[in-house]
């Protein structure tokens, strides 16, 4: 979909086992991903998974006739819309800020003139070093970007600065570095998990959602550079790059955040599990058994949430409304009915029956409605895939619209 062409450079640090998982972030984006390993880069991961997740030949000998015979380094230097050097070792930074080509990664990088971004990883006393710091600043005053490194406990066993970046954040960065994305000043706003209706101090009601879906959805908005606000019930998940994130519980709650973000919204997904009915009251105490008779049951009265899916669907104006319905039988009938009901403008239905599929998964298989009676079944597929196709739909919507 934004289909840019990256050139990602692997220097040698431990971190590189990452790499994968890098390039798997910029494939979901729709990019186009080569690779170029330092000597000491494929010590730490092999070019064959590099071309496997490619499929490209992966580049790592200036004097090797049949690689440099298929394609140039200066071939390659000009093919890139953007370079990413991750992770990026300290002797590589060095390189760099003195501006060697002594092999194929540095000479690439003398002569590309595509914007640069530099992810480094190394043992915290190598980062603080003030030579690695003086070439961090001669870098910064060239306009290359840096992302991380991030705190925490190194792989050598030290504590500190010195961490790659996740692989989502070096994605998303990228994302920014390449500027002319699909969703660029689109405010998206996305609901998440489920909600939580409280019965008394202790006890709530609640449901499986994991958020994983949400989360994921919100990930996607961000690397394709919209403004995004993640709209979240209780949830252990990390806060994707780039994305702010509202916490809420009680189906009201949400509401009221939805409502608040929805004048600047360009895009609303709502695929939070919200709670249909919530107890009429909720006890401020604990509901004690021995407050009660002795053989007697509890009854909660129950009553109906507000639907804010159907809500905003009636008020969205130029908006496109995303909604999202878990059924568990007779999928595409149930989804249909729905669709028709919320008014919304594309319904993501899933079948939380299969066991591999759903609430609490990492994949998901869905089936796309539109109102024009059209529908799109997806093959099982990682959340961030679905994701990604999701909003492939959203964007050809907006373009049908224009
Ligand atoms: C096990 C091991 C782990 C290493 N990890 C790092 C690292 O995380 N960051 C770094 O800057 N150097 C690291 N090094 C040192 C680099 O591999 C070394 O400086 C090498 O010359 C870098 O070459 P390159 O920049 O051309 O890839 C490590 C070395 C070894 C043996």
């Keep these: 979909m934004n289909g840019r062409r990256i050139l990602l450079v692997v220097s040698g640090g431990i971190a590189a086992y990452k790499v ?29 998974v590099l071309q496997s997740l490619t499929g490209n030949a992966v580049r790592q000998s200036l004097f090797d006739a049949g690689e440099e015979g298929a394609i140039g380094h200066i071939e390659l230097a000009d093919w890139a819309d953007a370079v990413v050097v991750a992770p990026a070792t300290a002797n590589l930074l060095a390189r760099l800020a003195h501006g060697l080509a002594d092999d194929l990664a540095s000479t690439v990088l003398l002569a590309t ?40 406990e190194l792989a050598c066993g030290w504590e500190g600065q010195g961490r790659l970046s996740p692989p ?14 699909s969703l660029a000043g689109a405010c998206v706003v996305v609901s998440a998990g489920g909600t939580r209706e409280p019965i008394d101090a202790v006890r709530s009601l609640t449901n499986r959602s994991s958020g994983k879906m949400g989360y994921a959805l919100a990930a996607e908005a961000a690397l394709r550079g919209a403004e995004v606000r993640l709209i979240s019930g209780p949830s252990h998940l990390p806060t994707p790059a780039g994305v702010e994130r509202i916490d809420v519980e009680t189906s009201l709650e949400m509401r009221d955040a939805v409502l608040a973000d929805f004048e600047r919204a360009a895009i609303v997904i709502m695929a939070a599990a919200v709670a249909d009915f919530r107890p009429a009251e909720a006890s401020e105490r604990k509901i004690k058994k021995e407050d009660l008779a002795e053989d007697a049951g509890l009854q909660l009265q129950l009553v109906r949430n507000p639907d804010i899916l159907a809500e905003i669907s009636a008020e969205r104006g130029n908006r496109i409304v995303v909604g999202f319905a878990a059924e568990s039988h007779d999928v595409l009938a149930a989804a249909r009915r729905k669709l028709k009901r919320k008014g919304c403008d594309l319904l993501v239905a899933n079948d939380i029956s299969r066991a ?11 089936i796309l409605l539109t109102p024009d009676g059209a529908s799109e079944e997806l093959p099982l597929l990682p959340k961030p895939e679905v994701a990604a196709r999701i909003f492939d739909r959203i964007e050809k919507l907006r373009e049908d619209r224009r």
Excluded at 116 to 140: D, G, I, K
Excluded at 168 to 181: D, F, K, R, V, Y
């Design 168 to 181: 989502e954040e070096i994605a998303a960065e990228t994302g920014l570095l390449l500027g002319s994305l």
């Design 20 to 48: 994968p998982e890098i390039v798997r972030a910029l494939t979901r984006s729709g990019h186009e991903v080569r690779c170029v390993l330092t000597a000491a880069g494929a010590e730490f991961v092999s070019p064959l």
């Design 356 to 366: 591999d599929a759903g609430f609490e998964t990492d994949e998901n298989a869905v």
């Design 113 to 152: 003139r595509a914007p640069l971004l530099v992810a480094p990883a190394m043992n915290v006393n190598m980062w603080e070093h003030p030579a690695t710091q003086a070439n961090l600043t001669t870098l910064r005053e060239r306009g290359v970007r840096f992302v991380g490194p991030d705190a925490g």
